[in-house]
């Protein structure tokens, strides 16, 4: 029986030939290993793609958002909010900058909920990451986004769901003052590890980019150290795939929502019925679907996914447990995240992805409805 896993890195064959070939003269010391032009290039082309002024490569999305969160200058008394449906780096990034944080709860998509943010917000509040959970662009981005700025309160995008996602005009990656994407293996185009910074801010940009490579002042040509750093630097290799990668973004992303559409269709009866409910974007958006999120309704949550799992369905339910219930944060004030709490009971994800094609998400689906009916 055909096993259908969560998610695959994916490079067609003709990238390949071409990226074995281009390491080749990289190993045969025609080209640096790290930081050269390879790098620079994938900067360049992501944040045209991304149509942002900015962009700077880092060895993980984890420290695209410590640094990012660090160009920021926070102290002890600032205060960044960040909502509880989400990887541990986007609370984590804080605690290292030696900020405080803020938790947030989440509306029915699972998303930053945006009438809970504004309860949160006070004159100590420098901050709010916002998390593009499974490829997701808010339907109250503009809402948050204007009441943010009219306050001086950075936004900063959790992008590592959401290459290529839209809203209207807006771009995950252009949404807010910064923006952090993951190239994991698991992610929609990848380099293995790796992370990007984005931002039209030249500041930000500056002092992200020093950050990024030991605190040196990209502006002089020699060895002048100006801010207190680390390396999270970008190497070659990652830079080539990250290169090819991209040119097949768009094509990953028309996949990925020609399966979420055949899903959708599939489970439409059970949708109807109330048996599952899924996540609902703006129809000026562009969902880029990392993840296909289900909520049921009356079942048991982790005996669909054992079941779905006997069927070779690799199912699962990220984030569990949520962010503030991490052992990282027991200490940390909290209120109550009644959605979020509720939500992270009933949620599951189906594989979607370049490998899973349209005749495996019509068997996946119809499996799924074998165990929910």
């Known amino acids: ?170 771009k995950a990656g252009n949404i807010g003052d910064i923006g952090c994407f993951s190239f994991y293996s698991t992610k929609i185009m990848t380099t293995g590890e790796g992370g990007m910074i984005t931002t039209n801010n030249q500041e930000i940009y500056e002092k992200c980019a020093s950050l990024r490579n030991r605190g040196m002042d990209i502006n002089y040509k020699g060895e002048l150290f100006i801010n207190l750093g680390s390396n999270h630097r970008f190497t070659e290799f990652q830079g ?20 979420a559409n055949i899903y959708k269709n599939e489970l439409s009866n059970l949708i109807d019925k109330g048996i599952v409910r899924l996540q609902v974007p703006a129809q000026n958006s562009r969902h880029s679907y990392w993840r296909f999120i289900i909520f049921l309704n009356n079942h048991d949550r982790d005996e669909i996914i054992q079941k779905l799992n006997a069927l070779n369905i690799k199912a699962d339910a990220p984030y569990f447990p949520l962010l503030h219930n991490q052992p990282l944060f027991e200490n940390i004030e909290k209120e109550n995240m009644q959605n979020a709490e509720r939500l992270s009971k009933t949620h599951i994800s189906l594989p979607i992805h370049m490998l899973i094609s349209e005749e495996d998400s019509i068997i996946i689906a119809k499996k799924l409805k074998e165990v929910l009916v």
């Open 1 to 170: 029986m055909k096993k259908y896993n969560t998610a695959f890195p994916y490079f067609p064959k003709d990238d390949i030939e071409e990226i074995l070939k281009d390491t080749r003269e990289m190993l045969n010391g025609n080209k640096m290993l790290t930081m050269g032009e390879n790098v620079q290039k994938f900067e360049k082309d992501f944040s045209a793609y991304c149509q942002t002024n900015y962009a700077v490569a880092t060895n993980s999305c984890t420290s695209a958002l410590e640094i990012a969160l660090s160009s920021l200058n926070l102290t002890s008394e600032d205060e960044v909010i960040v909502p509880v449906q989400t990887f541990v780096a986007t609370g984590s990034c804080v605690l290292k900058n030696g900020a405080k944080i803020v938790f947030c709860d989440v509306d029915d998509d699972f998303l930053l909920d945006f009438e809970f943010m504004k309860k949160l917000i006070n004159k100590n509040t420098k901050a709010v990451i916002i998390v593009h959970f499974a490829g997701m662009i808010s339907t109250n981005i503009i809402r948050i986004k204007e009441y943010l700025k009219e306050r001086n309160i950075i936004l900063v995008e959790d992008d590592a769901h959401a290459h290529g996602a839209t809203f209207g005009d807006l």
């Open 240 to 259: 080539l795939l990250g290169i090819y990668q991209l040119k097949r973004v768009e094509e990953f992303l028309e996949h990925r929502n020609k399966i």
